[in-house]
């Protein structure tokens, strides 16, 4: 059974950074992909940033990019988000999870129980 347990979130100002991290347990975390997605007040969970197992391949949804970064350490068993130039529309919670299959980064079935992200103006 897989475990995520994200850690890093926090209040910040506009304009700030914060470093999301989520930590794996429970499967071959190398092999594979891991993805983080976003649910903001009153809205449905969206797709943030996803990377491959060998960090070969990064995504990012088009609000974030150049902004937010993905990032693994395979030895750690940890996936990262940094996140800077912060918005306030960046407030949300964040939850990482691990990818369904070894060959795709477009289905996840396991999931981390979130960590708040909120972003003053």
């Known amino acids: 059974q897989v475990h995520l347990v994200e850690s890093g979130g926090g209040v910040v100002q506009a304009g700030g950074s914060l470093r999301l991290s989520c930590t794996a347990s429970?499967?071959?975390?190398?092999?594979?992909?891991m993805g983080w997605f976003r649910q903001a007040p009153g809205k449905g969970r969206v797709f943030v940033a996803v990377?491959?197992?060998?960090?070969?391949?990064?995504r990012y949804t088009d609000s974030v990019k150049d902004r937010f970064t993905i990032s693994r350490d395979n030895a750690k068993n940890t996936v990262y988000l940094q996140m800077n130039s912060l918005k306030p529309e960046d407030t949300a919670i964040y939850y990482c999870?691990?990818?369904?299959?070894?060959?795709?980064?477009?289905?996840?079935?396991?999931w981390g129980q979130g960590t708040q992200v909120t972003v003053s103006s």
């Open positions: 990377i491959s197992g060998s960090s070969a391949i990064t």
């Open positions: 429970g499967r071959s975390f190398s092999t594979y992909g």
């Open positions: 999870a691990m990818a369904t299959t070894t060959t795709g980064l477009n289905s996840f079935d396991s």
